[in-house]
């Protein structure tokens, strides 16, 4: 079954059984055991004259004309597409509140009792987003006069804001229920919704509790303007929890956003410098992902009756595109449908048990089997541990010593009170002395054990005199030590077939050619910044999906910032490039002189010679390797009517070596190429 | 590739079953657990090309071509011919390779008949050839045809190897004391063998000494990108300079066996042996006319599409490549960076090495270039490479690597923005206050005292000593990939014995090395008095003298707020706040009691209205948080009564019909039973609580 796609597991139906094999697994784990890991943001906006208001043009370059609401709205629209890709299982919702219009499920205005929530009105409910979703919202903050919508339209009389948080709670109970993380996100300029009602602000303080009692998190998204600050100590403080509940530790305020001192973190928009949009986004980017934790209860020993607690997080991990799926279009819209296996006999097709089923080493052509309690055993190299077992200096720790991503601890007082001065002890003395730690790393029960090398966190350079006040790396990497599993002698591949019993290494000439191009070429900063590098084919996996579900035109060319700024390239080291390929052909001539017998017999001539003029060269690589055709036997075919002979391959080739677009189906190519014929 | 042909010549005298030099087994089991390593480790690999036969010599009988023509060849059997061993003839062998009755027999001859042996199965055929002689060496050799046989090995290209026990090696300081002359005659006409015809004499010792550490089977290396290398596009401008490469693994991961699954059938005659499992795949959609509220669909009724969030994309078969991005094949250097700007941890994946095009000594000597420019300026480039044409690009970090053997570019993957996870974490190195406010001095802090007890800790542990580096990778090994596979060895040749133990080798690691622990002890002492850690007790009792209430920013006591409230019945629309807030603020086990009956019957209540499994998981939390906070409670028994009757309700049907579901997600969610082995103030046993999960029981 050559063609079998992979099919979606029902959620959870193994059930909290891992499977031993697959010890790969690098699921975040939920801590209670019982909820769902899955996060829930629910949006709640303000709608109030002052949200609505458009600010005057201004100077700024960057100003950008839309109202608080409007930019909250897009941020929401930002945030939802990002969602889609980055954790397309999480839940997310806007609810507006302050509207004139109430909507609140199948209520309506003749609903027993009137509405249950007046003024609220959720415009997404919270869930997995919908491509009518993204639409809708699309559609409101594309809108030729936005703000004149008539959703947006403000009530007379003041929202109450204990109704809006019990709003909130109804939405996450139904919608979210056993989430591991709750999220309320608030977006405001409004700093004492309750002025005029004390009953209505201490009803608010009780709900914010039975919110935070359900295990919301309410995050506050203030909006300042020049003429007014906003206060949280008005309201908001009382209605804000200093921790979230599902990390203790974890502190609610943002150490990044706090250069600024003396409370000035909380207000958005009152600097010139950034829009609101930008500032907001940030904010909101900065919340957005929540923290999950790879394990929690892993202790970390630094010597046999020494240990102290550590959580495990994943910083580093292939976001790859989601797969495909079968789709059932024989009911009312699209559905996707739900694989599952049915296990049976190859020899008879009869269904087999689950407690029939045994595991079966191969060897030497026959099954050799074990017992599950002796795979068990085989399996088991003692509780989860982090365990230092010496300390090499980092010259030890060549880049090649890499398998796969590095788990991120942090300490946790959890089960050890102290742990954190006794890890940041550790990670200072190991930054100091340029060290790591050789640990013996389980992260699970039965999963594979491998050696991880412990390192600090590589602080970013002091700009203007200031360290980044959370100790965090240029990247943005926190300040922290890191496990690096290491391969074993095992992992370890052999070189690579040469012909030569030693390497042939450049004279020095040649070197000193290379150096300047190195030197003149640094990327910007002298870093790598990820941030700056979008994964080009999966954004465009998800535009183009995005244009088939929304019916939008397709786009035609994608974005692609991983590409090499040729033209920098060619400016910055054209002169040094040209020299090092006169030095090469000189060098590899006075070598050839000296070893006549250097190329031996039976290899093939190389194709292609690295050259500074190898425009020519690539085309012939390429025609030698796609078996592709010439421009004469096109014509030749095209004359007969025959281009559609030729593969796909052989077209897209010959577009690509005609500088003509590569995209769309064979007919396309084909009309594309005869057009080009003809042209000529 | 080559193919490989081994003969073992194994001593079978009646000698060979007695023991020596104060070993606890007989010279020849403990010679065979060489034997026994190298057989199986070469039908692990499950190599068609990988053959072996087996010679014996002293056996009682004798059985080979040459016996008949002439004297001298008795005594010698050919006990395996040379083929793949497949289980059956390994299982079949350790009954043959027992001792004799005799101590007649000439190794000589022996070797003559492997080496005859291998010529009529190798032919002309390009083969590595080997033939491993183990003997005791106290039988008669005659020395005659040494020379004549010698010139026979060297010509047809056969390496002769003799594992000689008790031999004297004094490179490896082994030496047999009282040694017979006959012996030192015998271990000097193997010797003048080797030395004439090819191959080595090796002390058995030796040879089983090095058994401890494991054969790496290597892996043919092959290209997994085979291109150029750019920095600058030769397409538009002719400044553009490009190498050709080719990129193999340096590093990859070797898992253990895998094992499949296969079915018993307990109908069936026990002996019919293992039939093989073959997975059906199959679709099911929605349909709430359908009972069970789905439907089995055919795969060919079915579009293949993406998910894009909630709704399903189909896409045609003829444009399923519509959402890949179009590239061409290459790698291209994006820039440079110093390398002290390297994230270390950021790097994903295995590493690679990137070398010049094989045979192309021009590649070479440019790649060389490249390398050593980087490495003397202590850079390394970004690249991005396309393996081919369509395939997705990846972002990797090239750094130069400068060794004896090899001169190539060190290739890591670097993340992609969608990579990275943005998670803030406070400071370590201070500690802030609500406004902003820096502290110095805080018990998340270290002190002066811990930071240099901790200095001290670190350099008397350290595993680099000079040169010396102990545990360095080419010394570690997988302890789960050799375990698995000892084990999958030693069942095949012992099918009812058990499994062996983990050997020492491979936990050494695992440990902190004793002389490092005994030199490290007095800075540990002083360490541990500095960090002044305490281990968090595993529950705390009567938790609310310990715990406040949660507090909002602003420190506003919500609790005298919730007074006014008078909060009595639970809303269910409110349920779980509301119950914790019971607990949180009722002294009175009244009215605790009181309010675990109310949520219970709304749990209850949400089960019996729920349209299929829609309020399932408002359920499980419900009695998540119920257990959570009978445990905190240390009153297990009032959650184990509400989970009984619940689950004596959902059997008998009233809750709702076919509630099966729910129980099952409960069991999943291991919401049981809290068992003694949970609180000590349970009196449920844990055998008690797994056979309360079954609906049967």
Redesign the interface.
Request: net charge neutral.
């Given at each position: 079954?050559a063609d079998?796609?992979p099919?979606r597991s029902k959620g959870?139906a193994d059930?909290?059984a891992r499977d031993d094999?697959n010890d790969d697994d690098d699921d975040e784990i939920d801590e209670?055991?019982?909820?769902?890991v899955k996060d829930a943001v629910l949006f709640a906006i303000e709608v109030s004259e002052s949200m609505l208001r458009v600010p005057p043009a201004s100077s700024s370059k960057k100003g950008d004309r839309s109202s608080p609401l409007l930019v909250a709205l897009k941020c929401a629209y930002h945030l939802?597409q990002q969602r889609?890709?980055?954790t397309?299982r999480d839940k997310m919702g806007i609810l507006l509140y302050g509207t004139e219009a109430s909507k609140f499920y199948d209520e309506d205005e003749n609903s027993r009792g009137g509405w249950s929530f007046p003024h609220c009105y959720l415009l997404t409910d919270l869930?997995?987003?919908?491509?009518?979703?993204?639409k809708a919202l699309k559609e409101l903050t594309e809108a030729e006069s936005p703000e004149s919508a008539e959703i947006f339209k403000p009530s007379k009389e003041p929202v109450l804001m204990h109704n809006v948080l019990?709003c909130a709670?109804?939405v996450f109970?139904q919608k979210a229920?056993?989430f591991t993380s709750r999220r309320l996100f608030i977006v405001t300029d409004n700093d004492d919704p309750a002025s005029s009602n004390k009953g209505s602000r201490?009803q608010a303080?009780?709900r914010?509790?039975?919110?935070?009692?359900?295990g919301v998190t309410i995050e506050l998204f203030p909006i300042s303007t020049p003429e007014h600050s906003f206060d949280?100590?008005l309201f908001?403080?009382?209605?804000?929890?200093?921790?979230s509940p599902s990390d203790p530790e974890?502190?609610?305020?943002?150490?990044?956003s706090?250069v600024?001192?003396?409370?000035s973190?909380l207000v958005a928009g009152s600097n010139d410098g950034i829009s609101l949009l930008q500032s907001l986004l940030s904010n909101i980017?900065?919340k957005v992902?929540p923290?999950r934790a790879l394990f929690s209860s892993v202790p970390l020993e630094?010597?046999?009756?020494?240990?102290?607690s550590v959580k495990g997080?994943?910083?580093?991990?292939?976001?790859k595109?989601?797969r495909?799926?079968?789709?059932?279009?024989?009911?009312e819209?699209?559905?996707?449908?739900?694989?599952?296996?049915?296990?049976?006999?190859?020899?008879n097709?009869k269904p087999?048990q689950k407690t029939?089923?045994?595991?079966?080493?191969?060897?030497?052509?026959?099954?050799?089997?074990?017992s599950d309690e002796?795979?068990k055993?085989?399996?088991n190299?003692?509780d989860p541990v982090i365990?230092?077992?010496?300390?090499?200096?980092m010259s030890?720790?060549?880049?090649?010593?890499?398998?796969?991503?590095?788990t991120?601890i942090?300490p946790s007082?959890?089960?050890?009170?102290?742990?954190?001065?006794?890890?940041?002890?550790?990670?200072?003395?190991?930054f100091?002395?340029e060290?790591f730690a050789?640990t013996?790393f389980v992260p699970r029960r039965n999963a594979?054990?491998v050696?991880a090398a412990m390192?600090p966190?590589?602080p970013a350079e002091d700009i203007d005199g200031m360290t980044s006040?959370?100790?965090m790396?240029?990247?943005?990497?926190?300040?922290?030590l890191?496990l690096?599993p290491?391969?074993?002698?095992?992992?370890?591949?052999?070189?690579?077939?040469?012909?030569?019993?030693?390497?042939?290494?450049?004279?020095k000439e040649?070197?000193a050619?290379?150096?300047p191009?190195?030197?003149q070429?640094?990327?910007p900063k002298?870093?790598?910044d990820?941030?700056?590098?979008?994964?080009?084919?999966?954004q465009?996996?998800?535009r183009?999906?995005?244009a088939?579900?929304l019916d939008e035109d397709?786009p035609e060319k994608?974005e692609?910032k991983?590409?090499?700024?040729?033209k920098q390239?060619?400016k910055r080291?054209?002169n040094e490039?040209?020299e090092?390929?006169r030095t090469?052909d000189k060098?590899?001539k006075e070598?050839?002189a000296d070893n006549p017998d250097?190329?031996?017999t039976g290899?093939?001539r190389?194709?292609?010679?690295?050259?500074?003029?190898?425009?020519a060269?690539?085309k012939r690589?390429k025609s030698e390797?796609?078996d592709s055709v010439s421009e004469e036997k096109v014509r030749e075919l095209w004359q007969k009517g025959q281009i559609g002979h030729l593969t796909v391959?052989q077209l897209k080739d010959f577009c690509?070596s005609k500088k003509l677009p590569?995209?769309g189906?064979k007919a396309d190519l084909v009309e594309r190429i005869e057009g080009w014929l003809e042209s000529k | 590739m080559d193919k490989e042909a081994t003969i073992y010549v194994i001593d079978l005298a009646k000698s060979m079953g007695e023991k020596h030099a104060g070993r606890s087994i007989s010279d020849l089991d403990w010679a065979l657990q060489y034997v026994w390593d190298k057989i199986t480790s070469a039908?692990?690999t499950?190599r068609k090309t990988l053959q072996i036969g087996i010679v014996g010599v002293g056996t009682d009988h004798t059985s080979n071509p040459m016996a008949k023509g002439a004297d001298g060849y008795n005594h010698i059997s050919i006990l395996q011919p040379i083929s793949q061993?497949?289980?059956?003839?390994?299982q079949a062998l350790p009954d043959l390779l027992r001792p004799s009755k005799t101590d007649d027999r000439d190794v000589l001859s022996a070797i003559i008949i492997a080496g005859d042996m291998m010529t009529q199965h190798c032919r002309d055929l390009k083969y590595k050839k080997t033939i491993v002689l183990i003997t005791n060496a106290t039988g008669n050799i005659d020395d005659d045809d040494v020379e004549k046989t010698a010139n026979f090995f060297k010509r047809e290209k056969i390496e002769l190897v003799v594992l000689g026990i008790d031999f004297d090696d004094r490179d490896y300081g082994a030496k047999e004391e009282d040694k017979s002359p006959l012996k030192r005659k015998n271990e000097e006409i193997l010797k003048k063998m080797v030395d004439l015809g090819g191959g080595e004499v090796v002390a058995m010792q030796e040879a089983i000494d090095a058994l401890s550490i494991?054969d790496?089977r290597?892996?043919r290396?092959t290209?997994t990108y085979k291109?150029?290398l750019r920095?600058?596009?030769?397409?538009?401008?002719?400044?553009?300079?490009?190498?050709?490469v080719?990129r193999?693994?340096?590093?990859?991961?070797?898992r253990p066996?895998?094992?499949?699954?296969?079915?018993?059938?307990?109908d069936g005659p026990p002996d019919e042996?293992?039939?093989?499992?073959?997975?059906?795949?199959?679709?099911?959609?929605?349909?709430d006319d359908s009972s069970g509220g789905?439907r089995d669909?055919d795969?060919d009724?079915?579009?293949?599409?993406?998910?894009?969030?909630?709704?399903?994309?189909?896409?045609s078969d003829?444009?399923q490549n519509?959402?890949?991005?179009?590239?061409?094949?290459g790698y291209?250097?994006?820039?440079?960076?110093?390398i002290q700007?390297?994230?270390?941890?950021?790097?994903?994946?295995?590493?690679s090495?990137i070398?010049?095009?094989?045979?192309?000594?021009?590649?070479?000597?440019?790649l060389?270039?490249?390398?050593?420019?980087?490495h003397?300026?202590e850079?390394v480039?970004?690249g991005?490479l396309v393996k081919k044409?369509m395939a997705?690009?990846i972002?990797t970090?090239l750094?130069p690597?400068v060794a004896?053997?090899?001169?190539?570019l060190?290739e890591?993957i670097?993340?992609?923005?969608?990579?990275?996870?943005?998670?803030?974490?406070?400071?370590?190195?201070?500690v802030?206050t609500?406004?902003?406010k820096e502290i110095t001095q805080h018990?998340?802090?270290?002190?002066e005292d811990?930071?240099q007890s901790?200095?001290d800790?670190?350099d008397s542990?350290?595993?680099?000593h000079g040169n010396e580096?102990?545990?360095?990778?080419?010394?570690?090994?997988?302890?789960?990939?050799?375990?698995?596979e000892g084990?999958?060895?030693y069942?095949?040749l012992h099918p009812t014995g058990g499994?062996p133990e983990t050997p020492e080798a491979f936990l050494a690691?695992?440990?902190?090395?004793e002389d490092?622990?005994e030199q490290?002890k007095g800075a540990?002492t002083r360490?541990?008095a500095a960090?002044?850690?305490?281990?968090?007790p595993p529950r705390t009792k009567g938790r609310r003298k310990y715990r406040e209430t949660?507090?909002?920013?602003?420190g506003?006591n919500?609790e005298d707020?919730?007074r006014?409230?008078k909060r009595t019945q639970i809303s269910p629309?409110?349920a779980?706040?509301?119950f914790?807030?019971i607990m949180q603020h009722s002294d009175d086990m009244k009215r605790v009691k009181d309010g675990i009956q109310q949520l219970a019957s709304i749990l209850q209540n949400w089960v019996s209205k729920s349209f299929g499994d829609a309020?399932y998981?408002?359920v499980?939390?419900g009695?998540?948080v119920l257990?959570?906070e009978m445990l905190e409670l240390e009153e297990p028994t009032f959650y184990n009564d509400v989970l009984r009757d619940l689950k004596k309700k959902l059997v008998a049907g009233k809750l709702g019909s076919n509630r099966n579901d729910l129980w099952y997600r409960i069991?999943?969610?291991?919401?049981g039973l809290i068992t003694h082995e949970v609180s000590q103030f349970s009196d449920v046993s844990q055998a008690d609580a797994d056979a309360f999960m079954s609906l049967k029981a």
């Open positions: 079954m079998e796609l099919y959870g059930g909290g094999e209670t055991g019982y909820k769902t939802m889609i890709i980055s397309p869930d997995v987003p919908e491509a009518d979703d993204v019990f709670n109804q109970q229920a056993n201490s303080t009780v914010a509790k039975d919110l935070y009692d359900l949280t100590s908001y403080n009382d209605i804000i929890y200093k921790s974890a502190i609610a305020y943002n150490p990044a706090m600024g001192g003396d409370g973190k980017a900065s992902t923290k630094l010597a046999p009756n020494f240990r102290i997080y994943l910083l580093y991990k292939h976001q595109p989601s495909s799926c079968y789709i059932y279009l024989g009911g819209r699209p559905q996707i449908v739900t694989g599952y296996t049915e296990q049976v006999a190859f020899e097709s087999i029939e089923i045994r595991k079966a080493y191969t060897f030497g052509g026959q099954k050799i089997t074990f002796e795979v055993q085989l399996r190299f003692g365990r230092i077992i010496g300390f090499k200096p030890r720790l060549p880049l090649w010593a890499n398998i796969k991503n590095s991120f942090y007082e959890e089960d050890y009170v102290g742990s954190t001065r006794v890890y940041s002890a550790l990670h200072q003395k190991l100091d002395d060290l050789l013996w594979t054990p050696m390192i966190t590589l006040v959370a100790g790396s240029a990247t943005g990497a926190p300040q922290g890191h690096i290491l391969p074993f002698a095992d992992d370890v591949r052999q070189n690579p077939p040469t012909t030569h019993e030693k390497p042939l290494g450049a004279p040649l070197i050619a290379m150096r191009i190195v030197q070429l640094n990327l002298g870093m790598y990820p941030s700056k590098y979008p994964n080009p084919s999966l465009w996996h998800y183009i999906l995005q088939l579900a397709i994608p692609d991983t590409i090499p700024k040729y390239i060619d080291v054209a490039t040209i090092w390929g090469l060098v590899v070598y050839q250097a190329v031996p290899f093939k190389p194709t292609t010679t690295p050259s500074v003029t190898s425009s060269s690539t690589v390797t796609h391959a690509a590569v995209m189906k | 039908v692990f499950g061993i497949l289980l059956p003839q390994l494991p790496i290597p892996v290396p290209p291109g150029q920095l600058g596009d030769p397409e538009r401008y002719d400044t553009a300079l490009s190498i050709d080719e193999y693994f340096k590093t990859s991961i070797k066996p895998t094992a499949s699954a296969y079915a018993v059938r307990e042996g293992l039939s093989t499992v073959h997975n059906l795949y199959k679709y099911k959609v929605k349909d789905t669909v795969r009724e079915l579009a293949k599409g993406f998910e894009y969030g909630r709704t399903a994309v189909a896409i003829s444009e519509i959402t890949k991005l179009e590239t061409r094949m291209d250097i994006l820039g440079f960076i110093p700007h390297v994230e270390r941890y950021m790097m994903l994946d295995n590493s090495m070398v010049g095009q094989k045979g192309n000594d021009r590649a070479a000597i440019a060389s270039s490249l390398v050593h420019a980087l003397e300026v850079s480039a970004v991005r044409d997705e690009p972002i970090l750094s690597l004896k053997d090899v001169e190539c060190i890591n670097l993340p992609f923005a969608e990579d990275v996870r943005s998670y803030r974490f406070p400071a370590l190195d201070k802030l609500v406004s902003g018990r998340n802090l270290p002190s811990l930071l901790m200095s800790f670190v542990m350290s595993l680099v580096e102990q545990m360095s990778i080419d010394e570690t090994f997988s302890p789960v990939l050799h375990t698995i084990a999958i060895k069942r095949a499994i690691y695992s440990r902190q090395p490092l622990q490290s540990l360490l541990m960090a002044d850690v305490k281990k968090v949660e507090k909002p920013l602003s506003l919500v707020l919730f006014n409230e629309d409110n779980i706040p509301e914790k807030q309020n998981d408002r499980v939390e009695l998540g257990r959570q069991r999943i969610s291991k919401l």
